[in-house]
């Protein structure tokens, strides 16, 4: 039996399907890959499910099973840099495999409704444009200039100006989760952090995804903006392991 997606025509085993439905959030980058961004199934079963991007350079496991997620720990390509696996039982043999130096373990969190937010806008959000990107990555590290300006030609960044003045800005990672958000020291405790990721998840919502974002595991402040917005954190931790 096969599941066809809407939205790029892949066949999807309804076992895999059925697992990836069964921890939405947790297993949300997967879904999305495969019915938003063109991604592929590399392999799935009803015990886990193994997705790439269509370019096959990011890897995203999810396997309650450990000795199947070892199996298909096994498929990714050895000089791969970065990958996402979903349990912690998948994180140690992950760095045997690929030598990772480095891990950042996050709560997954999500927006569930299907309504947009309600608020009252109190900033001009506009699109970024390529030549903010020096500006933007001067106070942002977590990605260099070329990617900045990939995600600008993606129109995943946006910036938001009070009275004329850049007050900060947001985007989408290439996985479609929220995140980058930077606001301008001078004008922090406002209340557009909140703006800002609130504009996001509707615009999101408007494109027919789930709003979702990875939220540090120690960043408490940042996970109580979550809730108060109404968004829904995972059970369990998902883990980006990489070299640094």
Not at 77 to 93: F, S
Not at 151 to 175: A, M, N, Q, S
Not at 206 to 217: C, I, N, Y
Request: net charge negative; aromatic share 10%.
């Amino acid at each position: 039996m096969k599941e066809t997606n809407d939205h790029t025509g892949m066949l999807l085993p309804a076992e895999v399907a059925a697992y990836l439905a069964g921890d939405p959030i947790l297993n949300s980058d997967l879904s999305s890959e495969i019915e938003f961004r063109g991604g592929v199934l590399i392999e799935g079963s009803k015990d886990g499910a193994l997705v790439s991007d269509r370019k096959r350079q990011f890897f995203m496991l999810s396997s309650t099973n450990e000795a199947y997620g070892r199996t298909l720990l096994q498929l990714i390509p050895k000089d791969v840099e970065i990958i996402q696996v979903c349990q912690e039982h998948l994180v140690a043999p992950a760095i045997e495999r690929f030598g990772f130096t480095g891990q950042m373990p996050c709560k997954r969190v999500a927006y569930l409704g299907s309504e947009p937010i309600d608020y009252e806008p109190t900033l001009d959000i506009r699109p970024a444009t390529p030549d903010l990107v020096p500006f933007i990555s001067s106070y942002y590290k977590l990605h260099d200039e070329p990617d900045l300006t990939e995600t600008v030609e993606r129109g995943d960044l946006w910036c938001g100006y009070k009275d004329g003045d850049f007050v900060g800005f947001i985007g989408r990672h290439p996985e479609g989760t929220m995140g980058m958000l930077y606001i301008f020291e001078e004008h922090r405790r406002k209340g557009y952090g909140q703006e800002l990721e609130m504009f996001l998840a509707n615009h999101i919502l408007s494109l027919g995804e789930m709003p979702r974002g990875d939220v540090w595991v120690d960043n408490e402040q940042s996970l109580k903006l979550q809730e108060k917005m109404g968004f829904t954190a995972a059970a369990t931790l998902i883990y980006w392991l990489f070299h640094r």
